[in-house]
């Protein structure tokens, strides 16, 4: 798995912004600007543990751009079934933030999170700096759900350029 320290791997995916076609857009890495970016890959759509963390997520999508961050969700699913995906789920139909189509899996294998065994991404969540640097990496097992506010947490740790003690919260002081 690509960690602390490493680029970010270029890509060339289809994001999916709502659940028609014409939501469709080809995005890279430099649409995401100079923006801190949240990417965070789910196993597969129309499952079960998944909704519950991208919902999750998309409470905090606000809380995210407040801090100049994007959040960007990513399956190795296609467009089309993310669209279907989020027009059939009442907790995912209002999200607002993209959803990438790693359908040929190479973003997810550059990065070292595909499951080979399952043919799937692991769960799997990145902090990336403006230059593109990853600054934060977590992957956990396909049953285990994330806490999106801790990811916050950490991106409000990783904005202060100080040092953040164990359990430290935006408003704390640094050391």
């Not at 789910?42 to 499952?47: A, G, H, L």
């Not at 607002?96 to 190479?106: N, R, S, Y």
């Not at 992957?139 to 100080?162: C, F, H, K, Y």
């Given at each position: 798995m690509l960690s602390v320290g490493k680029k970010f791997p270029e890509f060339q995916l289809t994001a999916v912004n709502g659940v028609t076609e014409d939501s469709f857009s080809q995005v890279n890495l430099e649409t995401y600007g100079k923006d801190w970016k949240i990417i965070f890959f789910w196993p597969k759509d129309f499952t079960f543990v998944c909704p519950t963390e991208i919902a999750g997520f998309g409470k905090l999508e606000g809380d995210f751009k407040d801090r100049d961050a994007v959040l960007i969700g990513a399956s190795t699913d296609s467009d089309f079934v993310h669209a279907a995906w989020r027009g059939s789920h009442n907790d995912l139909k209002?999200?607002?933030?993209?959803?990438?189509?790693?359908?040929?899996?190479?973003?997810?294998?550059?990065?070292?999170?595909?499951?080979?065994?399952?043919?799937?991404?692991?769960?799997?969540?990145?902090?990336?700096?403006?230059?593109?640097?990853?600054?934060?990496?977590?992957?956990?097992?396909?049953?285990?759900?994330?806490?999106?506010?801790?990811?916050?947490?950490?991106?409000?740790?990783?904005?202060?350029?100080?040092?953040?003690?164990?359990?430290w919260n935006k408003g704390d002081a640094t050391l």
């Amino acid at each position: 798995m690509l960690s602390v320290g490493k680029k970010f791997p270029e890509f060339q995916l289809t994001a999916v912004n709502g659940v028609t076609e014409d939501s469709f857009s080809q995005v890279n890495l430099e649409t995401y600007g100079k923006d801190w970016k949240i990417i965070f890959f789910w196993p597969k759509d129309f499952t079960f543990v998944c909704p519950t963390e991208i919902a999750g997520f998309g409470k905090l999508e606000g809380d995210f751009k407040d801090r100049d961050a994007v959040l960007i969700g990513a399956s190795t699913d296609s467009d089309f079934v993310h669209a279907a995906w989020r027009g059939s789920h009442n907790d995912l139909k209002p999200l607002t933030f993209p959803w990438l189509a790693d359908i040929k899996k190479e973003l997810t294998t550059s990065l070292g999170i595909l499951n080979e065994d399952a043919g799937v991404a692991n769960r799997a969540t990145f902090i990336v700096d403006p230059d593109n640097i990853i600054r934060y990496a977590e992957m956990t097992d396909m049953s285990v759900g994330r806490n999106p506010t801790e990811t916050l947490r950490i991106l409000d740790a990783l904005q202060t350029d100080e040092l953040c003690p164990c359990n430290w919260n935006k408003g704390d002081a640094t050391l």
